[in-house]
């Protein structure tokens, strides 16, 4: 297996790359942009409620603070994922707190940038894997694939409902508050009385510093003890609201399904379609034939011949169109450049 891995040079690149195997529902979210590749195997992405039905090669891009989970449709689903700070793009004048990233190769199957951000993928697994590429290349791969990803896939159009925290730290009495009572009646106002703070103003820097506002994170961490009690088919679904602190069983299945994409039931009946031993396999280690398929899996994506602006044939449309892009989108970037003074 190749664990998490943290990379940090001198030019403040960190970024954190995993392979694992992934299982049943394991519902996440947090502050790190994430890219994943799916290797082999069918898997089931869902991202903010919205699910998608992952094959091999597919990539799926999850914006900051976006409730996430996948779950393994066929056996051996073995997945790739890189977690981009955002204070790596913030810190270096990228605004990303008016627009999106929207990559989903199930939703647009075909993009030019698929292939080579695969490739980069691989190199940086196999460099790190293998200590075989020097600080400076993987440096530069790096910031070649944030580049694509901000130049080909950040749409400033798209609305967003989760931001990029903006700052740490005073929060930290009310989360653990609310990560071991989860289960218990809380409100606002109990959360302000731990905290210290009134209402409006924890109200007010919950949204600023999680990205998310104070019911929508404490919905999140009821559902994530919610999702893992359903693996268990003797415990009826009513007591799992009950348990995990939603007052009855419509609100439960109603959240459930704004999350999630399905009931409960619908949930609990998908995993008892899997086979058993997916279940709880999530970022578990990969076997010596699984690390050898990998290996050999990523060499073989670095000899794969991919097309960019740089290695477009002259001879095709793409260089000339790729000009009349830059250009029309110079002219743009100058226009808002006016508008803005």
Known sequence: MLDGITYTSKAQINFDLLTYMIGSYHYNWHEQIELIWLLKGTVEANVDG??????????????????????????????????????????????????????????????????????????????????????????????RLTSILLHDFFDTTAKISNQPQRRQGSLSRVITYINKTYDQNITLDTAAKVSHYSTAYLSRIFKAELGVN????????????????????????????LNTGFKEVKSFNLMFKKHFGQTPSAYRNHLSLSARPQIDQFKQPLSTQQETWLTKRLTEWMDVTVVDQLSACDTCGYREHFAEYQALKSKVDQLKLLLNH
């Not at 490739?119 to 530069?140: C, K, V």
């Not at 019911?215 to 009821?222: A, I």
């Open 50 to 143: 919205r699910r998608y039905t992952m094959h091999e090669n597919d990539l799926v891009l999850i914006n900051t603070n976006c409730g996430h989970a996948t779950f393994a449709l066929s056996s051996e689903c073995i997945a790739m994922r890189l977690h981009i700070t955002p204070a790596f793009l913030l810190d270096q004048g990228v605004d990303l707190y008016h627009g999106a990233f929207q990559l989903n190769s199930v939703k647009r199957p075909q993009h030019h940038d698929y292939d080579l951000i695969r490739q980069i993928l691989a190199q940086l697994s196999l460099g790190l894997q293998h200590h075989h590429i020097s600080q400076f290349d993987m440096n530069a791969l790096y910031f």
């Open 214 to 241: 104070f019911y929508e994170y404490l919905t999140r961490c009821r559902l994530q003890h919610a999702v893992f009690a359903l693996e268990d088919p003797e415990t009826k679904i009513a007591d799992i609201a």
